[in-house]
């Protein structure tokens, strides 16, 4: 592996860790009462976006694919909490 694809690899890993902080914040507290939810629709979008530009690549780029699948999950699971704590009320 080259000091290249170490540098994607851990600056992938870190940028998967963005959103880590606040799902845990609003698991815990049960309320994403201060949540924008386009906020993190917008980021699911461009998940995917980046996500199917890094499988058009030749090769595929795997730091592009799975950094926004990571990131997509997360993003899916705040639009998740979100309704249901919403919806809870």
């Known amino acids: 592996m080259s000091g290249t694809e170490i540098l994607g690899y851990s600056a992938g890993a870190i940028t998967s860790l963005t959103f880590l902080p606040q799902v845990i914040k609003t698991w815990k507290e049960k309320s994403a009462k201060d949540i924008s939810m386009l906020m993190f629709v917008i980021a699911a979008v461009n998940e995917v ?10 090769p595929f780029n795997w730091v592009i694919i799975l950094t926004n699948t990571i990131v997509l999950s997360m993003s899916l699971t705040m639009i998740f909490l979100k309704i249901m704590y919403t919806n809870s009320k």
């Open 49 to 58: 976006m980046w996500i199917a530009y890094g499988a058009l690549l030749i």
